[in-house]
């Protein structure tokens, strides 16, 4: 049974800049498409952004356009989130998640996810 397990996450002021990692376990995640969520606190989880399993297709959403940039290592059997100018509203608990899909991109709602990491915690301090 595959696992995903987040990290990277932390503390940072306005403007910083964080990167958050997911490995992969148990099981090769290369067949699948896999995205970013976060959470904050009182709030529906969110999706942030998603990537192919080819890693040739993303999307993201348009809070973080521009400033979020989602990667992979195939290798690794990992996931990656390069987090820049952050904001407070970025606050939140962010979560990996794996979807099979051979081809193209995992859609944007979180009920479409087979897998979930436990997430990992990311504050914006103002």
């Known amino acids: 049974q595959g696992q995903l397990e987040e990290s990277g996450g932390g503390l940072v002021q306005t403007g910083g800049s964080l990167k958050l990692s997911c490995a992969g376990s148990?099981?090769?995640?290369?067949?699948?498409?896999m995205g970013w969520f976060r959470q904050a606190p009182g709030k529906e989880r969110e999706f942030v952004a998603s990537?192919?399993?080819?890693?040739?297709?993303?999307n993201y959403a348009g809070s973080v356009q521009g400033r979020f940039r989602i990667s992979r290592d195939a290798a690794k059997n990992s996931l990656y989130l390069h987090m820049n100018s952050l904001k407070p509203e970025d606050t939140g608990i962010y979560y990996c998640?794996?979807?099979?899909?051979?081809?193209?991109?995992?859609?944007?709602?979180?009920?479409?996810?087979?897998?979930w990491g436990q997430g990992t915690q990311v504050t914006v301090s103002s």
């Open positions: 998640a794996a979807k099979y899909v051979r081809l193209g991109l995992p859609g944007e709602a979180p009920n479409e996810y087979n897998y």
């Open positions: 148990g099981r090769t995640f290369s067949n699948y498409g």
């Open positions: 990537i192919s399993s080819t890693a040739l297709y993303t």
